[in-house]
């Protein structure tokens, strides 16, 4: 079995019909975006290179040029969409099967308790004891965003 068909991210890289759309939300040549599975938090974002990469410094010029564009885009959404305070952006990519390159781009809502602030928002991901966001409510943001994303690109003003 190679690297890459035990790799769940290129598993959802690869073309499916019956894939669940926020398994893909957008995507260029090189990035594709998802909303995290098991997250408490909605809108949690994780976006994946669309090659087998397991290291940062193994992404070419383009894929890296593409990632800052990526990462403020998507802030930006995820402000509009959901009304958050900031996003944190995340990038570990260390847990077993989830080796593949991946950044973690978090809606960080004002009040967020302190005890889920900074590297701690990770206890709202895959743990028990703080349930998933709805699989609905997944599916309602996953198409905000989409379509969010879908519009002309607005300009940060100062």
């Not at 309602?140 to 002309?152: C, F, G, I, K």
Request: net charge neutral; charged share 15%.
């Amino acid at each position: 079995m190679s690297a890459q068909s035990a790799c769940l991210s290129c598993v959802h890289n690869a073309d499916n019909p019956n894939r669940r759309p926020e398994h893909w939300i957008a995507s260029d040549e090189h990035w594709r975006v998802a909303h995290a599975f098991g997250a408490a938090v909605a809108g949690w974002l994780v976006l994946v290179p669309r090659r087998h990469v397991v290291t940062i410094a193994d992404l070419t010029d383009e894929e890296a040029a593409a990632l800052g564009t990526w990462q403020v885009r998507l802030s930006r959404a995820l402000h509009a969409v959901t009304g958050c305070a900031k996003t944190y952006v995340v990038q570990f990519a260390e847990r077993a099967g989830f080796e593949h390159v991946h950044f973690h781009i978090v809606p960080r809502a004002d009040g967020l308790p302190e005890q889920f602030q900074g590297p701690r928002v990770f206890a709202l991901l895959g743990k028990p004891d703080q349930p998933a966001v709805s699989s609905a409510e997944v599916t309602r943001v996953s198409a905000a965003l989409h379509a969010h994303l879908q519009s002309p690109p607005l300009h940060a003003t100062s």
